[in-house]
């Protein structure tokens, strides 16, 4: 006669206290780890919830920058004319759409890629600013864009530039393409 045994478990009458046993003394060693995983991810940019991939918005701002240089952004040293100015900060824009980078990361990216007079400028401009170098942490992108445009693209030159669209007009003998070409 062959014998069945309904519990796998009743050769080893101390089963459920051995489960206890390896468990309360697993977790001492596990808490201290999983802590020390939490704090690297989140240091790393990945967030508690250990990954860094999927959906997930990276939160560290050298997961930013490091997604936002391999787009080759263009650097800013100075402009001949306002509207290399302008050109900048839409190319800035189209890179910050591409990458889905939240605002209070754009002005930071922004100043990542100014270089010679313009970071001079950025840098003695900080300086006014109530907080200083801080200030670049909390400054919106509109914020920045106002300001950088105040340097580069003054009232008057935008109001110039305003007057001048404002008095274009499609000639008689032209088709559309010549006007807009023009």
């Excluded at 991810?41 to 050298?62: M, Q, T």
């Excluded at 990216?109 to 670049?136: C, I, N």
Aim: aromatic residues 12%.
């Amino acid at each position: 006669m062959v014998t069945t045994h309904n519990n796998p478990n009743d050769n080893v009458p101390n089963f459920e206290a051995m489960i206890n046993a390896a468990v309360a003394n697993a977790l001492p060693n596990l808490t201290p780890a999983l802590r020390t995983q939490i704090t690297n991810d989140i240091r790393n940019g990945a967030g508690p919830s250990g990954g860094g991939g999927g959906d997930a918005i990276p939160h560290g701002i050298h997961v930013w920058i490091e997604r936002f240089t391999k787009l080759k952004p263009l650097a800013f040293r100075s402009v001949a004319t306002p509207a290399e100015a302008e050109d900048w900060i839409t190319h800035m824009e189209k890179l910050f759409q591409v990458l889905g980078c939240p605002d209070n990361f754009n002005t930071r990216l922004a100043a990542f890629k100014l270089e010679g007079d313009a970071l001079s400028w950025w840098k003695a401009h900080l300086r006014t600013q109530v907080g200083g170098d801080a200030f670049a942490d909390t400054c919106t992108w509109v914020a920045f864009r106002e300001i950088f445009y105040n340097r580069y693209f003054t009232a008057y030159e935008q109001q110039r530039y305003e007057r001048e669209y404002g008095s274009i007009c499609q000639l008689d003998r032209e088709n559309s393409g010549e006007y807009m070409e023009r």
